[in-house]
Nanobody, 117 residues
Framework: QVQVVESGGGLVQPGGSLRLSCAAS????????IAWYRQAPGQQRERVAR???????NYTASVKGRFTISRDNAKNTVYLQMTSLKVEDTAVYYC???????????WGQGTQVTVSS
């Protein structure tokens, strides 16, 4: 059974930084795309960043230049480095492990990020 576990969330002041981690127990981790999503209260879940099997990354416009997604296939882990955090980045952040060009995949339970002074 595949397990996806996010960690690293917490409370941070505006302008601060956090690094989220996503560890997945899936076999052949390197053959999956990994994405970070977030969902704020009362809002739809949105994709924040994604990294492909080759390391190609893409980001939603609101986080470009502030967030960086990376992967360590040897550790079956993906990271989301978040800098210059804003109040509007407050949300539960979820990790999604999915086969290329597919939907669904495996989800973690989420980690709360709160940006507040």
């Amino acid at each position: 059974q595949v397990q996806v576990v996010e960690s690293g969330g917490g409370l941070v002041q505006p302008g601060g930084s956090l690094r989220l981690s996503c560890a997945a127990s899936v076999r052949s981790f390197s053959s999956y795309w990994i994405a970070w999503y977030r969902q704020a209260p009362g809002q739809q879940r949105e994709r924040v960043a994604r990294i492909s099997t080759s390391g190609t990354t893409n980001y939603t416009a609101s986080v470009k230049g502030r967030f960086t997604i990376s992967r360590d296939n040897a550790k079956n882990t993906v990271y989301l480095q978040m800098t210059s955090l804003k109040v509007e980045d407050t949300a539960v952040y979820y990790c999604n492990v999915v086969a290329p060009y597919s939907s669904g995949g495996y989800w973690g339970q989420g980690t709360q990020v709160t940006v507040s002074s």
